[in-house]
């Protein structure tokens, strides 16, 4: 590479050849600038970006002036596989290593990486620690490794995956290149476990707002048995491409077969689908001439580059703040103005509690592991983490998480074939075992903490703009003039007639909800006026204030009108 100290000029005057040659981009922003010059500078970086914002070019480009590889850790297959793809068209050297390749392509692959020189190399965390595959990439000596969705890290982090934990360790192993993570949402404390357990030196942090202001927030509290008529509403006068986000993959069938059944274009995606199918569904709905709805739960959506999606309902409340952040980012990456719906019943929270319990280790399943540690300490070999899971009676996944801990704490080690053993006493182990317990419960009251979040969002009188940009550790973020609650203070100004409106709108067959029953006509009210959606009879006298939402819960006062100063708005 060209040596650090020749001048931040021409490192950035580098950044952006490469970006014009490779990327065809005339100009870069600002914090992609500054983020990839720390990373050529040697320094590790940690960026929390919005999606939409191009966090994938801050390793594309230095990895374009790198002179040894450049190592990617993504989460997912299918994002690698697209990633591969648009990086081969764009004419830069990249290799992709994972599960799915056949021998010979595993061959090749490694083949290329052991001749190093320019090169992406994307590929999973799973790889760096595999014994076999492993010293290949340490042989390598990459020149950066390149965290992509960092969150997964944090157990703070909405995404939480456990394969992600050791990337502290397997950087070691890899010669300590600089770490650049990234990630499109983060809490400060995520922020903080993220550099911790990446063992980051001093790292430049770059943080933009976390959501564009073309987002128009709108949050309507429907009770369950008004979901679906409230959906119907919404869906019949937004425009799409829009994504439907449900909790569970129940709903996503119900609303994509009333969808259906209304000759609306829609395609489902939930975990329960064949990993093919899914993929295919996914393929299809990102071309970008389809104007159909993806109908999914949140396991859809990461990666998702379709620059026009108009709008993301969520039909179902989301598990944080911060997935709902990153599922919401996905709307109007072209910059026009694309509408984000939360239909909020406070009963989907229930649902979330319930998953959470299913995912999360609890007290429980740490009691049962130390028993099975304790029980295998008279066999003669140490169990594998699938003995031990199965011992214990846990999941797989759960079982690594409480293994990792365990680990970080220097209770347990692994040998070289993956045997897991406690190597203190059994005193000392007891004694760390109980530490365990209460950070086993810090973490429950963090995910109680996080669900209740999204209530007061929903529930909240304040611009949502504001809400989220708090949230994310800005001080004094301003009004967004856009969202359901700012709109409040300057409703009434212009709204065409519903007799106008009537005209414009072809007839459409009704959306029936899941028991059959077509869903209630109304009028078709403009999307600038959320409320009307619930109170039709706003919709006749245009420029009085309209009367109380008839969603806001009890003991809500209606604002006092204010109109929000434009200065006050984001740039
Ligand atoms: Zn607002």
């Known amino acids: ?50 999606s939409g914002f191009g966090k994938s ?11 040894r590889p450049t190592i990617v850790i993504s989460p997912l297959i299918a994002l690698m596989a697209d990633q591969e793809l648009a990086l081969k068209k764009r004419g ?6 994972h599960s799915r390749l056949r021998v010979a392509e595993r061959r090749a692959v490694l083949a290329r990486l052991k001749k190093g020189g320019r090169l992406v190399v994307l590929t999973t965390p799973e790889t760096l620690e595999s014994a076999a595959t492993g010293p290949f990439f340490e042989r390598a000596r990459p020149a950066l490794l390149c965290i992509d969705e960092a969150h ?53 942090v770059l943080v933009a707002p976390p959501y564009r202001d073309n987002l128009r927030l709108t949050v ?27 909790a569970t993959t129940t709903a996503v069938d119900e609303v994509g ?10 395609t489902r995606y939930h975990g329960k689908m064949r990993a093919a199918d899914r993929e295919a569904a996914q393929r299809q709905s990102m071309l970008p001439s389809r104007r159909s709805i993806m109908v999914a739960t949140t ?6 580059d379709k620059p026009n999606i108009r709008y993301i309902l969520h039909y179902q409340a989301p598990g944080s703040l911060e997935q709902y952040v990153q599922e919401i980012g996905r709307a109007g990456r072209d910059g026009h103005p694309a509408y984000c719906i939360l239909l909020f019943d406070p ?22 592991l130390e028993s099975a540690l304790n029980s295998w300490t008279d066999e003669q070999r140490a169990p594998t983490p699938d003995n031990l899971a199965y011992s214990a009676g846990v999941s797989a996944r759960i079982c690594e998480v409480l293994l990792s801990d365990l680990e970080e704490a220097g209770l347990t080690a692994r040998d070289e074939e993956g045997g897991v053993s406690i190597v203190v006493s059994p005193e000392k182990f007891k004694a760390g075992v109980h530490e365990l317990v209460a950070k086993l419960k810090t973490f429950r009251y963090e995910g109680e903490r996080r669900l209740r979040l999204i209530a007061d969002y929903a529930r909240s009188n304040e611009c949502r703009s504001v809400f989220i940009r708090r949230y994310f550790g800005e001080d004094h973020p301003p009004r967004c003039g856009t969202c359901d609650r700012c709109r409040v203070d300057r409703v009434g100004t212009t709204q065409p007639s519903t007799s106008q409106r009537r005209h414009a709108r072809p007839q459409r067959r009704p959306i029936e909800n899941p028991a059959g029953q077509p869903s209630p006509q109304f009028p078709m009210p403009s999307d600038t006026n959320s409320r009307s959606g619930h109170q039709p009879a706003a919709e006749t006298t245009p420029r009085r204030p309209p009367p109380p939402r008839a969603s806001r819960p009890q003991g809500h006062k209606a604002r006092p009108r204010r109109r929000s100063p434009k200065s006050r708005r984001p740039s």
């Open 152 to 204: 997964c890290i944090s157990e703070w982090g909405h995404d939480f995956r456990p394969s992600y934990l050791r990337l502290g360790e397997a950087r070691k192993r890899l010669g300590n290149p600089p770490v650049l993570a990234l990630t499109a949402t983060a809490t400060p404390g995520v922020r903080e476990d993220i550099a911790g357990r990446l063992l980051l030196r001093d790292p430049r």
């Open 220 to 246: 309507d509290i429907v009770p369950g048995s008004g979901k679906f008529p409230a959906a119907a509403r919404r869906i019949k006068r937004l425009q799409r491409p829009g994504i439907i986000y449900c």
């Open 257 to 266: 077969g009333a969808l259906a059944r209304a000759r609306i274009p829609a």
């Open 92 to 97: 830069v050297p990249v290799i992709a290593f």
């Open 1 to 50: 590479m060209k040596q650090p100290n020749s001048g931040k000029l021409s490192l950035l005057s580098a950044c952006r050849q490469v970006a014009r040659r490779a990327f065809r981009l005339q100009s870069l922003r600002p914090e992609q600038e500054s983020a990839m010059l720390a990373v050529l500078n040697l320094r590790d970086t940690l960026v929390a970006l919005p």
């Open 57 to 67: 070019l801050i390793y594309q480009v230095p990895a374009m002036i790198l002179e």
């Open 347 to 368: 009963a989907d929270l229930e649902i979330h509690e319930h998953l959470q319990a299913l995912n999360r280790p609890s007290v429980r399943h740490l009691e049962r």
């Open 299 to 304: 396991a859809f959506g990461m990666g998702i």
